[in-house]
């Protein structure tokens, strides 16, 4: 591929501006700094385990944590000790944290709507896409890094 398309700086801003407005829009309901993602993914699979929801977050597993004791400190979630594995906690959604998670799915409904205004509904499917596959490219480094590796350039 000729000169490098510069696509990251383009998905970086997106990012950036879309958890602006939403640290800004979830103040209203106690939550700062993209802690909305954990209760999403934590409303979507109730019982998910720390690894596996930083794992699809594609977070350290500190960071997790840290994020994780802040929702239980204002009652968004709840940890339990696993019955087979007591060494694994299982988290879930608390009352609270579903009556939260609606509001989180309508705002990504609308960024949604917002970014894909004016496609088609074969180019957004076709940018889903894309953008899974550049994902996919750079998951085996976030795999190979977050275990404390570095990457040869």
Not at 24 to 35: A, H, P, T
């Amino acid at each position: 591929m000729g000169k490098m398309v510069e696509i990251l700086r383009e998905i970086g801003m997106i990012a950036r501006a879309l958890d602006s407005i939403s640290n800004i829009e979830f103040k209203e309901v106690d939550l700062i700094r993209g802690q909305y993602l954990y209760i999403v993914r934590i409303c979507e699979h109730p019982g998910i385990t720390p690894v596996e929801l930083a794992d699809m977050i594609k977070v350290d597993k500190a960071t997790t944590v840290k994020a994780l004791k802040k929702l239980e400190k204002i009652g968004l979630i709840t940890q339990t000790v696993d019955k087979i594995n007591k060494r694994t906690k299982k988290i879930y959604p608390t009352a609270k944290g579903e009556e939260v998670h609606p509001f989180i799915a309508r705002e990504n409904e609308y960024s949604n709507r917002v970014a894909l205004d004016g496609f088609t509904e074969a180019e957004a499917q076709q940018l889903k896409d894309y953008l899974e596959r550049v994902r996919i490219n750079i998951e085996d480094d976030w795999y190979h890094v977050e275990k404390g590796n570095q990457r040869i350039y």
